[in-house]
Each structure stands twice: as structure tokens, then as C-alpha cells.
């Protein structure tokens, strides 16, 4: 019961969980950006799902709550440099 709304509020508000945070990484919608709150809210109750934790064993390494709401977890750093040399390409055009 405490679990589902630490997620939503967490994520909500820092778009990065505890651990996220220490490794430098993020949880991001398909395009690279911030999921949208109806999305959190999925991927929170997502996580309730039984063996969720060990779904990341998979094929493609993806825990449940990542492939069922279409995001993933990504370097921070790295892509805030894809976005930036994105842009860049674009100016160019």
C-alpha cells in the first residue's frame, strides 16, 4: 500500500527514484522525455505485479513496468547529449 504512491509521488515530482539518482540514470517516455503522470501511475502499479523484480532476466533485460508503459531507463548524461547533438543537427538542417 505505501509502495504505489512513493512511486507516483517520487517519480512525479523528481523524475528520478533514490537509486536512479546514484547511478546517474533516469526513466524516460520512447521519445527521451519525462513520462507523462497517467504513465507513472502505470508503471507504479506495474511494479506491483508478482515477480516483477526478476522480469529484467528476460530477452531484452526490461523489467514489466518499462516494456508494458513503453519507457525505459537511460544514462542521464548520455541523453542529455543525444538530445543536444539533436538539436544542433537540426539547426544545421
Not at 6 to 17: D, H, M, P, R
Not at 74 to 89: A, C, D, I, R
Request: overall charge negative; glycine content about 6%; hydrophobic content about 40%.
Amino acid at each position: 500500500m505505501i509502495t504505489i504512491p512513493y512511486y507516483i509521488i517520487i517519480e512525479g515530482l523528481a523524475a528520478q527514484l533514490i537509486i536512479k539518482f546514484l547511478t546517474g540514470t533516469i526513466g524516460v517516455d520512447n521519445e527521451g522525455n519525462k513520462p507523462s503522470t497517467e504513465t507513472l501511475i502505470k508503471r507504479s502499479f506495474c511494479r506491483a505485479i508478482p515477480l516483477n523484480a526478476f522480469s529484467f532476466l528476460g530477452e531484452k533485460s526490461r523489467n514489466w513496468h518499462d516494456t508494458i508503459t513503453d519507457t525505459c531507463v537511460v544514462n542521464k548524461e548520455l541523453l542529455e547529449t543525444e538530445k543536444q547533438n539533436f538539436f544542433e543537427l537540426e539547426e544545421i538542417g
